[in-house]
């Protein structure tokens, strides 16, 4: 078996790597090679039998994605994407890399299929920014998709040709939409939903975190354990129970801020949740007052993806995953 | 002020230059030039006192939308598209023609924009075509797009480009998604939904004609005079009330076969039902069961836009429009 992983130099795509790795395969098949993309080349996993080859590529060049799919991967994960800022203050370069190089992949594929009757899985990484505010909770599955950024409308375009392809037959596809993931690990980013996972991993570590928004803020958090369990199953599960709705919201925990702030107090005491300075900032107050709030994920959950179920369990994760198991 | 309508030779379009004739100007506006383009030259409109400039073109051909943008229109009206059958029987040139002619277009507009501060309205005819079953009845306004088609897919990405393109100041857009157009005048065509319009058109002129499909299905109509009346309305209203939502769903008439002949009844009597012939054809009824049974159209009701409330004044409306008034 042959897994290309576009993006995989990201939190995610370095996740669901070692995942494969540490799991010797892929829906009980052996994975012979893995082929690792990103805009710069993927470091080779550790432990790994098979054949690595990394690539550092820019997806919407000519030629790119034909290249990727010269080699007949068995399952691709597609999970690049410039980030929402970047898309948005960067209109052309958003829709090159976001749109352009998603579609591009898919038509590289089908002229495969076309040629020789190539049919791979394709798992796409999608978001929650494909709906936006006014938005009710919790958001139904047949929610329309009325994004509010660019990266949004990308991804919300990117599902739609994911849907035609795989309803031609092009190949086999799923689109996977993440809540927001947290705790991320590393260190604190300028992306304004940063300080959801800020609050948390730093007093873990003893360290200060800015909460610039109110304690009310209520939002739609998996951790990243939960997020890569999304793509394992979205590689190895039957795709014909989905029928031609190929995207699916994910499950995940709609919690606020003051909740999310009583687990980190319940797991790691009043000293930690005192590390957290509260500096509202009126900009990201207005964004995230538009972002949403949990879904019902009725379908995802019917067709066997999981997330946890508390706050507890999210901050548990982080520890166990990237503390050694202790804060 | 100058309109500029792409697809100007369809019968949407031939109807909207004919009403701005009639009207001598829209919004109060006189109109000073009309650029009429299509794949084939459209005619020119009799009794118009402006400027008529008829193209034949290729939307998606390189530099086109382009040249058509260079002189600044003040409204531009998009209805070019194939038709859902060629969309989906030829995948390449349904996407060239349906999402890339659309993105350029836009694209034209936005380069246009960055250059000089252009900035028209744009009226896109989208579709009912962008929801696909399993379906409600009615249809609420924030319900998914899961389209079944080709076609329904590149009117839906469409629709999240003129969004996106309207929510970055490109310019000033509006959705319009078109129930199926009854009574179409012309003759029968080979459309799988023809049949809603042939089974009253021919009847009312004498002639015979096929019904392929029970009774019982019901579908979602409104005539060619009210489509007209939704492009002039979304032309000319203020559409800063849509906020960041700018594809309505329209309104229209949910009906049954049996109603629309129970109507014709009323109108022309038992002679011209008699012309139906029962023709059930499985493959029609397969795809009528898949369509569009009603929508709530809410917002676009309150938004000012009015369509018929029988299937009686649907027919009537074509026989003052298309038959000098009597059958």
């Not at 739609?220 to 793509?231: K, L």
């Not at 500096?279 to 994920?297: L, S």
Request: glycine share 10%; proline share 7%.
């Amino acid at each position: 078996m042959h897994i290309l992983t576009i993006g995989a130099a990201g939190m995610l795509g370095r996740k669901v790597t070692q995942r494969l790795v540490d799991d010797e395969g892929l829906g009980g098949q052996k994975i012979d090679a893995m082929t690792l993309v990103d805009v710069v080349a993927p470091d080779a996993p550790a432990g790994f039998a098979g054949k690595t080859t990394t690539l550092a590529i820019d997806l919407s060049a000519p030629g790119t994605a034909a290249q990727l799919i010269a080699t007949r991967p068995d399952v691709i994960f597609h999970f690049a994407a410039i980030v929402s800022g970047e898309a948005e203050a960067d209109f052309e370069k958003g829709y090159r890399i976001n749109l352009d190089g998603t579609r591009d992949l898919f038509e590289a594929i089908r002229l495969a299929h076309v040629a020789d009757g190539y049919f791979p899985r394709v798992v796409f990484a999608s978001s929650i920014a494909v709906v936006g505010a006014p938005l009710p909770f919790p958001i139904p599955d047949d929610f329309h998709t009325t994004p509010l950024t660019s990266y949004g409308t990308q991804k919300a375009i990117s599902e739609l040709l994911l849907a035609d392809y795989t309803r031609h037959g092009f190949f086999d596809g799923i689109g996977i939409r993440l809540p927001t993931l947290c705790i991320r690990p590393g260190t604190p980013n300028k992306a304004a939903s940063g300080f959801f996972s800020n609050i948390l991993r730093e007093p873990l570590v003893g360290k200060p975190a800015v909460l610039p928004v109110p304690d009310t803020i209520r939002h739609w958090h998996t951790s990243p354990r939960s997020a890569v369990g999304f793509m394992i199953h979205a590689a190895t599960m039957d795709l014909a129970a989905l029928g031609p709705r190929r995207n699916l919201s994910m499950p995940g925990l709609s919690a606020t801020v003051a909740e999310q702030i009583e687990a980190l107090r319940r797991v790691a005491g009043d000293d930690a949740v005192a590390l957290i300075r509260r500096e509202p900032d009126p900009a990201i107050i207005r964004m995230c007052e538009g972002w949403a709030p949990g879904f019902e994920a009725t379908r995802a959950r019917a067709l066997g993806f999981t997330a946890e179920d508390s706050f507890d369990a999210i901050i548990r994760a982080h520890i166990e995953d990237e503390l050694g198991g202790a804060p």
